[in-house]
């Protein structure tokens, strides 16, 4: 059973940086793509960014480009999520997750909060 | 900026059928969009139900189908259960990136 266990959340400045990580169990995580999806408070879910399996391959949404970095360790089957120059607007629970077919899950997020 | 468009909310009795769809803003949706339809209850995280347009994952009860229809993605639910009341996304992929669609709050009544 896939298991993804995000944790790094919390309130920081407009303009600050944070760094998430997520836990991964329960599949082989050196074989998948793995990914980061964001939902605002009382919103729709929005996908943030995706890395290939050797963390040689990376994609973000728009929103996000220039600002966050993917990445991952596979020998820690951790995945991280670099945000710099947060903005007010990025304030959301962020999900990890393995997308599309098997293996597949969600984690329950973590919530960035950015505000002065 | 692609936009996907889902229906904001459908209500369906317990025992009946409806049928979501999802559609995109660049044209018609075809199956190299991997159409993957997804349930959020509330204070969950999402749960997976169908990926590449009309595969289910081991837990996806029968009564949940993927298909398109009419140009776009579709996720048809078959003799609802009140259980089934939860908001529902679609996920397309644009080769590179992917779309969620804007939500689907299905109330069963």
């Known amino acids: 059973e896939v298991q993804l266990v995000e944790s790094g959340g919390g309130l920081v400045q407009p303009g600050g940086s944070l760094r998430l990580s997520c836990a991964a169990s329960?599949?082989?995580?050196?074989?998948?793509?793995m990914h980061w999806v964001r939902q605002a408070p009382g919103k729709g879910l929005v996908w943030v960014s995706r890395?290939?399996?050797?963390?040689?391959?990376?994609d973000y949404a728009d929103s996000v480009k220039g600002r966050f970095s993917i990445s991952r360790d596979n020998a820690k089957n951790t995945l991280y999520l670099q945000m710099d120059s947060l903005r007010a607007e990025d304030t959301a629970v962020y999900h990890c997750?393995?997308?599309?077919?098997?293996?597949?899950?969600w984690g329950q997020g973590t919530l960035v909060t950015v505000s002065s | 900026q692609t936009v996907v468009t889902q229906e904001p909310s459908l209500t369906v009795s317990p025992g009946g059928t409806v049928t979501l769809t999802c559609a995109s803003s660049?044209?018609?949706?075809?199956?190299?969009?991997?159409p993957n339809w997804l349930q959020q209850k509330p204070g969950q995280a999402p749960r997976a139900l169908i990926h590449?347009?009309?595969n289910k994952h081991s837990w996806t009860p029968g009564r949940f189908s993927g298909s398109l229809l009419g140009g776009k993605a579709a996720l048809t639910l078959s003799g609802v259960q009140p259980e089934d009341e939860a908001e529902y996304y679609c996920?397309?992929?644009?080769?590179?990136?992917?779309?969620f669609g804007t939500g689907t709050k299905v109330t069963v009544l």
């Open positions: 997750a393995r997308i599309g077919g098997d293996p597949v899950g």
């Open positions: 329960g599949f082989t995580f050196s074989s998948n793509w």
């Open positions: 890395i290939n399996p050797d963390g040689s391959s990376t």
């Open positions: 660049t044209g018609a949706v075809t199956s190299g969009y991997y």
């Open positions: 590449s347009t009309s």
């Open positions: 996920l397309l992929y644009y080769g590179g990136g992917y779309v």
